[in-house]
C-alpha cells in the first residue's frame, strides 16, 4: 500500500502559504445518492497518522478510526455533500465543482492553497491550487479529505437504505455493483437515483 506524504505540504509551507487545504470528493460515480467533498487543513506540525491512505484501500472500521483522528488533529475541516436534484439539474461534473466551492466555503479557516485530487476547481485563483494525480494515494491532506469524505458519505447511504432497503444501499453505497443493478431491473428507479445517468439502459433484461 502508498503510504501518503507531507512533501507536497511541506514544499508549500516553506513557500509562505500557512493553510493548506486537501480536498477530495467521494461518490461521483455512484448510480444513487449525493457526491460529497472532504477538505482538511492539517498544521505545520501535524505527523502523519498510522494507516492513512487512500479511502478506498481502508476497511469501514479504519475509515472511522482515521476519520475521528483526523478532525483532532486538523486546523480546519469540512464536508459537503450536494444531492440527487442538483446532480439531476445540472450533471455529475457540475455538482461535483459545487461541492468542492460548498467545501471551502464551510472552512473555518479559509485555506490560501489547495491541493485537489485530479481535478482543478473553477471560479477560484487556478494560481492558488494544484491538481495531484492519485493524490489521495501520494497526498496526506488530500488521503485525509477523502477519508472524512467517504464516511460522511457511507452514513448518508446507510440512513437511505433503511429508507429504500429494496437497493441494499448500506452495502453498495449507491455503486453499480451487480446486485445494485439486479435491484433496479426488479424495482426500477427510486427518488434517489442518478437520472442524468442514463440508468434506464439498467431496468430491461
Not at 100 to 112: E, N, T, V, Y
Amino acid at each position: 500500500m502508498i503510504t501518503p506524504t507531507l512533501n507536497l505540504e511541506k514544499q508549500l509551507w516553506q513557500k509562505g502559504y500557512s493553510y493548506i487545504c486537501g480536498l477530495d470528493e467521494v461518490g461521483r460515480g455512484s448510480f444513487a445518492g449525493p457526491v460529497c467533498a472532504g477538505a482538511v487543513i492539517f498544521p505545520q506540525k501535524f505527523q502523519i497518522i498510522e494507516g492513512l491512505a487512500d479511502s478506498k484501500l481502508l476497511k469501514p472500521r479504519q475509515r472511522e478510526h482515521l476519520a475521528e483522528e483526523i478532525k483532532r488533529e486538523a486546523l480546519g475541516w469540512s464536508v459537503a455533500e450536494v444531492g440527487v436534484g442538483p446532480i439531476n439539474k445540472v450533471g455529475i461534473g457540475k455538482a461535483t465543482q459545487m461541492a468542492f466551492r460548498k467545501a471551502i466555503k464551510s472552512l473555518s479557516k479559509s485555506p490560501d492553497f489547495i491541493l485537489i485530487d485530479a481535478f482543478y476547481i473553477k471560479h477560484l485563483n487556478r494560481n492558488k491550487q494544484q491538481a495531484v494525480k492519485d493524490g489521495d494515494k501520494i497526498c496526506a491532506s488530500i488521503s485525509a479529505a477523502s477519508i472524512i469524505a467517504k464516511v460522511h458519505r457511507d452514513k448518508l447511504m446507510k440512513k437511505l437504505h433503511f429508507k429504500y432497503p429494496k437497493y441494499d444501499f448500506g452495502k453498495h453505497k449507491g455503486y453499480g455493483t451487480k446486485r445494485h443493478r439486479e435491484a433496479l431491473k426488479k424495482y426500477g428507479l427510486s427518488k434517489v437515483h442518478r437520472t442524468s445517468f442514463n440508468l434506464q439502459k439498467f431496468l430491461t433484461f
